[in-house]
Structures are given as C-alpha cells and as structure tokens.
C-alpha cells in the first residue's frame, strides 16, 4: 500500500491497473518539480544574462564567475547543499522546495547563456534608438531588448524544460515521492519491477512529447506577435 492506494498482484494488468494512480500521484509531483524549478531558471538565467552584459565589469564578472561555478558543479552537489547544509544556518526548506529550487539553480546557468545569446543577437541600433528615446538602460532592457529576444530563445529554452523534467528523479535523494520513486518503492514492495518502470517510461514519453510540442506551437505563434526589428 503507498498513498493509501492498495494494489492487485493476481495478475499483470491488474497490477498496471492498481498502481496507475499511485504513479499519476508520482507524475503530477513531477510536473510541479518541472514548472518551478523551469520558472527559477528562467527568473535567475535572466538576471544573471542581464548581470553579465553590463560594461561595469565590477557586476559581469562576478556573475561570470557564478555562472561558471554553478555550471560546473553537479547538481547533486548542489541539491545536497541546499538540503544538508543550509538548515546548519537555520533556513530549512521542505524536501520538494529544495529539490525544485536546485534544479533551478542549475539551469539558470544554461539559462543565462540562452538569454545572453538573444540579448546580443538584437542589433545595436535597437539600444542606440532607445538612447535616442532618452530612455533608461532599464527600461530599454525590460522593454525594447527582452521581448525582442524571448521569441528567438524559445526553442532553446524549451531544450532546458524537457532536461529539468528528466532530472526530477535525482530529488528522490532527498525522499522527494516523484514518479520514478513511487515505481522503485512499488518494485520494492512486489518484487516486481518491470511493470512499473516500464510505465513510467510510457509516462515520460508521453510527457516529453506533450511538453515539445507546446514549445513547439508556442515558437511558431510567438514571432507573429514579436517587435518588428527594423
């Protein structure tokens, strides 16, 4: 029994039967993990792109230089970091959180490199007419430059959602209950492990292509709706 839910063991298919719902418990944990630590990569990548594109190399290195140390640290480091160290100095996040915010962590690094990318992919003028506006390098940045480049990144970016959607299984680590650690557990318990990773990896499939195809849909519409750049 796992979530209250018991299984039927009697049979193949009504051991699939029994524990799809214990799996889409598992799968919906996954998702969550996804679209968090995807929205901290995109919030964090930003910032650290528009950080390492100032001329004031007293703010680009330092972000640099975070960039480099988070992109060349594993992630479990990182995981383990957040939730082994941190409660030391009293800030004790629950296990899904640190998880999620981990997996963040270290696809901003990534992030900040897409986002660099189609920051400097927009002409020059664009910034020299926003001047020209008397506008701020804030306002130009936020305004003329990041929707600019947003429908350019989207396919790159899209990449990165479906890789932090195939890391969720390292949270199990840290006892996070995502879908491939609701397999192993059942496996566990039955002795019987074929069935349910073999589920689980029909439920990442399908997934996976669902979440490519939006990315997809979304890249085609997006550059309709973009600033005309010249």
């Given at each position: 029994?796992?979530?209250?839910?018991?299984?039927?063991?009697?049979?193949?298919?009504?051991?699939?039967?029994?524990?799809l719902p214990i799996l889409l418990k598992g799968l919906v944990v996954t998702i969550q993990a996804t679209v968090?630590?995807?929205?901290?990569?995109?919030?964090?990548?930003?910032?650290?792109?528009?950080?390492?594109?100032?001329?004031?190399?007293?703010?680009?290195?330092?972000?640099?230089?975070?960039?480099?140390?988070?992109?060349?640290?594993?992630?479990?480091?990182?995981?383990?970091?957040?939730?082994?160290?941190?409660?030391?100095?009293?800030?004790?996040?629950?296990?899904?959180?640190?998880?999620?915010?981990?997996?963040?962590?270290?696809?901003?690094?990534?992030?900040?490199?897409?986002?660099?990318?189609?920051?400097?992919?927009?002409?020059?003028?664009?910034?020299?007419?926003?001047?020209?506006?008397?506008?701020?390098?804030?306002?130009?940045?936020?305004?003329?430059?990041?929707?600019?480049?947003?429908?350019?990144?989207?396919?790159?970016?899209?990449?990165?959602?479906?890789?932090?959607?195939?890391?969720?299984?390292?949270?199990?680590?840290?006892?996070?209950?995502?879908?491939?650690?609701?397999?192993?557990?059942?496996?566990?318990?039955?002795?019987?492990?074929?069935?349910?990773?073999?589920?689980?990896?029909?439920?990442?499939?399908?997934?996976?292509?669902?979440?490519?195809?939006?990315?997809?849909?979304?890249?085609?519409?997006?550059?309709?709706q973009g600033i005309p750049l010249k």
């Amino acid at each position: 029994m796992l979530f209250g839910i018991e299984w039927d063991t009697t049979s193949n298919w009504l051991f699939a039967t029994s524990i799809l719902p214990i799996l889409l418990k598992g799968l919906v944990v996954t998702i969550q993990a996804t679209v968090l630590g995807f929205a901290v990569a995109a919030v964090l990548g930003l910032v650290l792109a528009a950080l390492k594109s100032s001329r004031l190399r007293i703010i680009s290195w330092p972000a640099r230089l975070i960039t480099e140390f988070i992109r060349d640290t594993p992630l479990l480091v990182q995981l383990f970091f957040l939730y082994y160290v941190l409660p030391e100095y009293g800030i004790v996040l629950p296990a899904f959180l640190t998880g999620a915010l981990a997996l963040g962590i270290q696809y901003s690094a990534y992030t900040s490199e897409v986002y660099r990318a189609g920051i400097e992919s927009i002409t020059r003028g664009q910034t020299e007419a926003a001047c020209a506006l008397d506008l701020s390098p804030l306002r130009t940045f936020s305004v003329i430059i990041v929707p600019q480049a947003i429908p350019r990144i989207i396919p790159a970016l899209g990449n990165y959602l479906v890789s932090i959607m195939k890391d969720v299984p390292v949270l199990s680590v840290v006892s996070v209950l995502e879908m491939l650690n609701v397999a192993k557990i059942i496996g566990d318990r039955t002795f019987n492990y074929l069935i349910p990773l073999s589920m689980v990896g029909g439920l990442y499939l399908i997934l996976t292509l669902v979440a490519s195809a939006a990315v997809r849909h979304l890249d085609q519409r997006l550059p309709k709706q973009g600033i005309p750049l010249k």
